[in-house]
Nanobody, 124 residues
Framework: QVHMVESGGGLVQAGGSLRLSCAAS????????MGWFRQAPGKEREFVGT????????YYADSVKGRFTISRDNARNTVYLQMNSLIPEDTAVYYC?????????????????WGQGTQVTVSS
């Protein structure tokens, strides 16, 4: 069983940046795609982006494309989410999860081992 711990969230002004980390323990994530999702108050959890096991391919939600970048360090069993040009609509709890079958997906049902999340708040 793999355990995820997200960190790096906080309060930032619009236009600012944050870098989230997702550290995995329990087993290696190096052969699995990883995903980032977010959940705003009163809304369903939504896809943010995903990265394949090599780190060579990434896919993003249209709402964050060009502003967010996912990367990974398999030696550290860690995945990152660099968030730039933040807007108030990015305010949410951000979660990482591991692909259930190994490949990338935009479907939340294809992920498991969710962490507790990290709060990101963007003020206007």
């Amino acid at each position: 069983q793999v355990h995820m711990v997200e960190s790096g969230g906080g309060l930032v002004q619009a236009g600012g940046s944050l870098r989230l980390s997702c550290a995995a323990s329990g087993r290696t994530i190096s052969t699995y795609a990883m995903g980032w999702f977010r959940q705003a108050p009163g809304k369903e959890r939504e896809f943010v982006g995903t990265i394949d096991w090599t780190g060579g391919r990434t896919y993003y939600a249209d709402s964050v494309k060009g502003r967010f970048t996912i990367s990974r360090d398999n030696a550290r069993n860690t995945v990152y989410l660099q968030m730039n040009s933040l807007i108030p609509e990015d305010t949410a709890v951000y979660y990482c999860a591991i692909s259930s079958y190994g490949g990338t997906s935009r479907n939340i049902k294809n992920y498991e081992s969710w962490g507790q999340g990290t709060q990101v708040t963007v003020s206007s």
